[in-house]
C-alpha cells in the first residue's frame, strides 16, 4: 500500500511478556516518528529517526522501551516486561524528509492483561 | 514545557450548524501549529496547518488562524456533516532550535465532534 502500514494492529501481552511493534514507512521516507496514545489521549513523542540514526528518543518512558530502524526503513518498536500502564495504541508515522509534513499509521493497539 | 491545551468533548451539534473547537498553546518561540483528524477506524489525517502567526490553514471547509497575541488557533466550519464526525486534535511543533526532533508534535487531549442529521 501507499500508506504508513503497522502490525500488529492488535496484541494482547501477558504481564512480563516481550512485545514488537513493526513500522512500514512510505516509501523514500527519510524521518519515522513513534508516539504513544493513551486512551482518551492525546499522542505523545516517544522517539525519532532520521533515516537509520536515532536523533531524538527523549520521550521513551522507560529503559524497557528501545527502537530501532537499521537500514533506515522499517521500524521496530519494542517493549520488554510489559507492564498494565503500557497498555495504549503505539502510532508510527512518516515523512519524506525533516520540516515536511508527517503521515500518520492506523496504530498497533497494545493491551496488557 | 511546550502544551496545548483544547476544550473538551464532546460536542454535539445537528448538521449545519457553525463548529468552533477552541485550541490555546503554550511554547517557546514561533511554533508551528495543526489540526489532525481521526475519523473512526482510521489513523491521523493532517486537516490543516500554520506555520506562523496570522496565517490562516483552510482545507474541507475547516479554518484556523494562527493568533500569536492569544496564543490560539481555533478550528472553526461554518456548516459541519455528519461524515465531519471524528476527533479533533490540536498539536504544535516547536521551531528547530528549540525543540530537537524537527516535526515533533505535541498534542492536545482531543475533541470528540458528533454531528446529528
Known amino acids: 500500500g501507499a500508506g504508513v502500514s503497522q502490525s500488529p494492529r492488535y496484541k494482547v501481552a501477558k504481564r512480563g511478556q516481550d512485545v514488537a511493534l513493526r513500522c512500514d514507512p512510505i516509501?523514500?521516507?527519510?524521518?519515522l516518528f513513534w508516539y504513544q496514545q493513551a486512551l482518551g489521549q492525546g499522542p505523545e513523542f516517544l522517539t525519532y529517526?532520521?533515516?537509520?540514526?536515532?536523533?531524538?528518543k527523549s520521550g521513551l518512558p522507560s529503559d524497557r522501551f528501545f527502537a530501532e530502524r537499521p537500514e533506515g526503513s522499517v521500524s521496530t518498536l519494542k517493549i520488554q516486561r510489559t507492564q498494565q500502564e503500557d497498555s495504549a495504541v503505539y502510532l508510527c508515522a512518516s515523512g519524506i524528509r525533516a520540516g515536511n509534513t508527517i503521515y500518520f499509521g492506523e496504530g498497533s493497539w497494545l493491551t496488557v492483561v | 514545557g511546550d502544551s496545548v491545551t483544547q476544550m473538551e468533548g464532546p460536542v454535539t451539534l445537528s448538521e449545519e450548524a457553525f463548529l468552533t473547537i477552541n485550541c490555546t498553546y503554550t511554547?517557546?518561540?514561533?511554533?508551528?501549529l495543526f489540526w489532525y483528524v481521526q475519523y473512526p477506524g482510521e489513523g491521523l489525517q493532517l486537516l490543516l496547518k500554520a506555520t506562523k502567526a496570522d496565517d490562516k490553514g483552510s482545507n474541507k471547509g475547516f479554518e484556523a488562524t494562527y493568533r500569536k497575541e492569544t496564543t490560539s488557533f481555533h478550528l472553526e466550519k461554518g456548516s459541519v456533516q455528519v461524515s465531519d464526525s471524528a476527533v479533533y486534535f490540536c498539536a504544535l511543533s516547536p521551531p528547530p532550535n528549540y525543540g530537537g526532533a524537527t516535526n515533533k508534535l505535541i498534542f492536545g487531549t482531543g475533541t470528540l465532534l458528533a454531528v446529528q442529521p
Open positions: 516509501s523514500g521516507h527519510v524521518s
Open positions: 511554547a517557546t518561540g514561533y511554533p508551528s
Open positions: 529517526f532520521q533515516n537509520e540514526a536515532q536523533l531524538d
